[in-house]
């Protein structure tokens, strides 16, 4: 027998409809990429996605259709993120923080159909639009004042939206369409895909409105650091809007002055972002002496929290840290370290030992630990094992990737990351089982350096490790063998990768040894070699080779650190100045773009 309850169908459109119909006057403020404060509402940004859909459909965009997205978090990327949505698309986040070639990989493999850019991207579109054969539109997402002059070939956002109107029926659709792609370099090989359903989205954003996770109310003030291209900005483009919070968009400035300007001056109480972005903003209060007069809780995730920084945030501002884990395969949330009564109850002390933890999953998130064997192990807080994850908003398989089984016999995915769970339900991330590097929130893969290093002529073999690095998290450290009797200097290697990857990927050193060492199935022993060289203190490079030293001529996207701006501790000024370098990148490469492109404006 079937229950007699309504059948509404769980499409994400109704939580922008919800946000329009009660909390319509609630702020969205975006620090624009063109530079200033841009103020609007859910009303607006829900009429305006809705004219986007219009503008969509008519430039032939299709249900099930791909439709890119290039942009930091502001409202336009809201707007676009709904109204592709809205009607069936699916809305593809690219993250700029890639190398060209994986973008391009990337792009293509998604069959992405048009692409919305801000500003900032135009230039690493423009040099390799030739590798694109799927996008047929270009948008800008700026007005028509700061179109490139002598750029024909792209269509202009605002102008796009002004020429339709905002009637337009959205959903209507089954619940488990596709809405939301997102790409992981998380894993080993060519990127992966995740591909959203509407439904998965929708569970995920009740499941993170919790009071033990996110716990996003109508009274704060929200402010997503953790971008919307990576991970789903932590589902708080859904959760913000579905809870009536005023949402603070902060563009592409993520320095420590910038977040903390935007914090006081909007009122901002809640906040999330990975560990690299609180240690620029700790930094910068620690060198102003700023305060934080409204801000009660951050999340912190994306890589293990430090001690000290849930100190400071604790002692200094009387912030909450809650740490958080998860991964894109997961929408991202996994788990979260609220206190639950047991740990509550405790002093400050020893809560602390819980907080550092990543915390205890929340409905529909299933967690088991495991062993080589596959053998479950207890929730003792010693065994160690393989953390896998289940759930209605967990992958189930990468996209067009069919073939490939990724869910074990009881449908529970391998995280690839090494825990152990405690008697309170707590999980604690020991270890990484997959062989990637995560500096500044974004992965460098560890594979990728070392097989394109082993391709230099003196080398016997090659391995690449994470160390430990107090602002990035993780750098990478490059080991090579040599062949019998060669000789080289560090700064042969260096200068071996250098374009052949992303500056931010570039090795912190390189430490020549007599030999690499292999485990008992003839592997690369990455758990040792780790151990070993945890202490390494790096040895400085030559300049223009080293990833610390930013080249202020360099395109943003490129630039060493993940973080292109905050990288070289950007000023607004400086910003700008790569801005500029951006767009006048833009301009030379529109002549490329018109003799490629199908784009039309
Ligand atoms: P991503 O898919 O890029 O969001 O990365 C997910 C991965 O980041 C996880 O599988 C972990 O390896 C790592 N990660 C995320 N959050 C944490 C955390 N709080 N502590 C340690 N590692 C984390």
Redesign the pocket.
Known sequence: MLGLMQDWPLTVDRIIDHARSWHGGIEVVSRSVEGPMVRTTYREIHGRAKQLSNALLSLGVLPGDRVATLAWNTGRHLEAWYGIMGIGAICHTLNPRLHADQLCYIINHARDKVIFTDLTFLPILMEHRAKLDCVEHLVVMTDEAHMPADYPAALCFETLLAQHGADCAWGGFDENTAAGLCY???TTGDPKGVLYSHRSNFLHTLGTMGADVLGISARDVVLPVVPMF??NAWGVAFSAPAAGAKLVMPGQHLDGASVHELIETEGVTFSAAVPTVWRMLLQHLRETGGQLSTLTRVV??????PEDMVRAFRDDYGVTVT???????TS?MGTQSSPNRAVAAMDAEEQLRYRLK?GRPPLMIDLKLVDDQEHVLPHDGQATGRLKVSGPFVVREYFREAERAILDADGFFD???VASIDDQGYIQ?TD?A?DVI?SG???ISSIEIENLAAAHPKAAMTAVVAIPHAKWDERPLLLVQLKPDERADRSEFLQFLDGKIARWWMPDDVVFVDHIPLGATGKIDKKLIREQFKNHVVQPIAAGLSPEQPNAEEAPADAPGPFPAEAAEASPARASTLTMVALSGALMGAYLWRSFGPVRR
């Open positions: 992981t370099s998380g990576h991970a912190i995730g994306g890589s293990a929290v740490h958080a884990w998860g991964m894109t395969e991202p990543q995280t690839g990351d991330i990484r997959k995560k929130g974004e992965w």
